[in-house]
């Protein structure tokens, strides 16, 4: 079934069908796939639209599109404000971008996508359903026992299970040395203060 009412690349996406820009391997779309049954499925849950579930669906295809892409490309695409991310954080940008040149002006679905890795205060709730169905969708190997356990939580629980996952991040990304970028610090606080 063809959804006339929404833009092409999100009816195609929401078929499983990714725009021909997408670089991404066979157990890329496996998991992107994942996402989206997982963000569907809290979308009929939570009583939303047919046109949102299809959204909700769509971003999750379309959110690791450009995962595979190399970052010296990646890094050519995406806004000025992204480009001293890290390479492995700059596919979520970078597909936004291209999904924003393709014609797609919606921007909770945009902000969505590209804030997918790093989270944003800014994000409503389909970019924070799509960060936790990164995290949590079934086919990951880490932690499989507490993942379950949150995702039994959800959709009803988002922020609660939002908080745990941010923590698990964080304290990874400590461990390991890595910087902390500032968007997702200013996640974090905004869900610790609400
Ligand atoms: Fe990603
Ligand atoms: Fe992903």
């Known amino acids: 079934m063809l959804h006339t009412a929404l833009h092409p690349s999100v009816s195609a996406a929401s078929e499983g069908v990714l725009p021909k820009w997408a670089v991404a391997s066979g157990q890329r779309r496996e998991h992107?796939?994942?996402?989206?049954?997982?963000?569907?499925?809290w979308a009929e849950d939570l009583g939303l639209s047919e046109e949102d579930q299809f959204r909700w669906q769509a971003v999750g295809y379309l959110h690791d599109s450009l995962r595979d892409e190399r970052p010296e490309v990646l890094r050519e695409i995406v806004p000025d404000d992204f480009r001293h991310l890290d390479g492995t954080l700059l596919h979520g940008?970078?597909?936004?971008?291209?999904?924003?040149?393709?014609g797609l002006t919606d921007g909770e679905m945009l902000s969505a996508i590209a804030f997918h890795s790093i989270g944003s205060p800014g994000l409503k709730s389909l970019g924070r359903a799509l960060y936790a169905a990164d995290f949590l969708e079934p086919g990951r190997d880490f932690s499989r026992e507490w993942r379950a356990q949150l995702r039994e939580q959800m959709p009803n629980r988002l922020d609660d299970v939002l908080v745990e996952i941010i923590r698990a991040r964080l304290n990874h990304q400590l461990e390991r040395g890595s910087k902390i970028s500032e968007h997702t610090v200013a996640f974090w606080n905004g869900l610790i203060s609400s």
């Open 32 to 41: 992107m796939e994942r996402v989206a049954m997982l963000l569907e499925s």
């Open 93 to 102: 940008p970078a597909a936004a971008e291209l999904l924003q040149k393709d």
